[in-house]
């Protein structure tokens, strides 16, 4: 199985530590991405790492992960809780996805506690800031070594 994972990011992610510090914390999705590639590289992953504010290029991404890729992580942010089309793009990939969120969504506004990526996540991971990220990734490693 391949040891790529595709970490997909959704809307506003781009504006990760300007958007409601309070809520996301200072670090900036290029802290992210660096910290993703710092725990990939240990645990023998490739990753590419995404963000859009448009939620056809996420499905795009997923698609294309399809062909390649061992695992997804994916902080579909707000189109958690509104895209059936994610949810229908992550049910025809094979390998292990890992929903992630910054904050604790059960903290929060009750829009926010239904996901329909939950239902194909292998995993959930909210309110563990942004170490939730690489918590996915050692997970997914742990699935895809499983599989092999």
């Known amino acids: 199985m391949s040891r790529l994972v595709f970490v997909l990011n959704g809307p506003n ?3 990760l530590g300007k958007r409601q510090p ?3 914390g200072h670090e900036t999705l290029a802290d992210v991405e660096a910290a ?3 725990t990939a590289g240990e645990l023998g992953l490739t990753i590419r790492f995404h963000q859009s504010n448009t939620e056809g290029q996420i499905i795009d991404w997923i698609h294309e992960a399809r ?3 061992g695992g997804i992580a994916i902080n579909p942010a707000a189109y958690t809780h509104t895209s059936v089309a994610i949810l229908d793009a992550l049910n025809a990939f094979d390998g292990p996805v890992i929903e992630v969120h910054i904050s604790n969504v059960h903290k929060r506004e009750g829009f926010r506690h239904h996901s329909y990526v939950s239902l194909r996540a292998d995993g959930v991971i909210a309110g563990l800031g942004t170490q939730g990220y690489g918590l996915a990734l050692r997970r997914i490693a742990s699935l895809i070594d499983a599989k092999a």
Request: with cysteine.
């Open 13 to 15: 992610l781009n504006l």
């Open 22 to 24: 309070q809520i996301y």
């Open 36 to 38: 993703c590639r710092a």
């Open 67 to 69: 062909e390649v890729a």
